[in-house]
């Protein structure tokens, strides 16, 4: 009898200790208390400019590659055109949307803001161009790094579609 008063006692006295103290509410989700730190950081550096790559205007910049020079007639020749847009549709849809941003730039209204010679080196020689070409750096890396494909075309496909993006 008198081992079971002991361990009565002892079990009451553990249950006493065991509900006394702080008293914590339950918090609903999940979070981790930290100390924050402080570190001083470096001013970021000011944006030379807030223009987009694909926004810019560079119509000097003739690109890396073997188009030095392009003649454009005033006149558009519908059927080179023609044959540009369907090349366009073949090789250059699956990353480019005419009139918006997609996997790369919109051509729409390209020769506004480039030369014809860099347009068609860009197409051409897509690989050199983001290696050497600070602006085609400068687009690689807008475009989420997304390197544009050599499509391998030919110097007169090449003019072909870019003369399909003088009718945008």
């Known amino acids: 009898m008198r081992k079971i008063i002991k361990s ?3 079990l009451f006295s553990v249950l006493m200790m065991s509900c006394g103290g702080k008293e914590e509410k339950k918090k609903e989700g999940f979070s981790v208390d930290r100390a924050k730190t402080t570190t001083e950081q470096p001013a970021p550096a000011p944006a030379a400019t807030d ?3 694909s926004e810019t205007v560079d119509l000097d910049n003739k690109g890396v590659g ?4 392009v003649n ?11 044959q ?22 919109a051509p729409k209204g390209v020769l506004e803001r480039r030369s014809p010679e860099w347009v068609m080196n860009m197409i051409l020689n897509p ?21 544009m494909a050599n499509q391998n075309l030919t110097e007169e496909q ?11």
Do not use: W
């Open 127 to 147: 690989e050199v161009m983001v290696k050497e070409d600070p602006l085609a750096k400068a687009l690689l890396a807008e475009f989420n790094g997304a390197p």
């Open 84 to 105: 540009g847009e369907e090349i366009y549709s073949q090789m250059c849809l699956a990353c480019h949307r005419v009139d918006k941003k997609f996997i790369g730039p």
């Open 158 to 168: 090449a003019r072909a579609v870019l003369e399909y993006f003088r009718t945008l």
């Open 8 to 10: 009565s006692a002892v």
């Open 66 to 69: 073997p188009i030095t020079s």
């Open 51 to 53: 223009t987009k790559p």
């Open 72 to 82: 454009l007639a005033a006149e558009i020749d519908q059927e080179m055109a023609k």
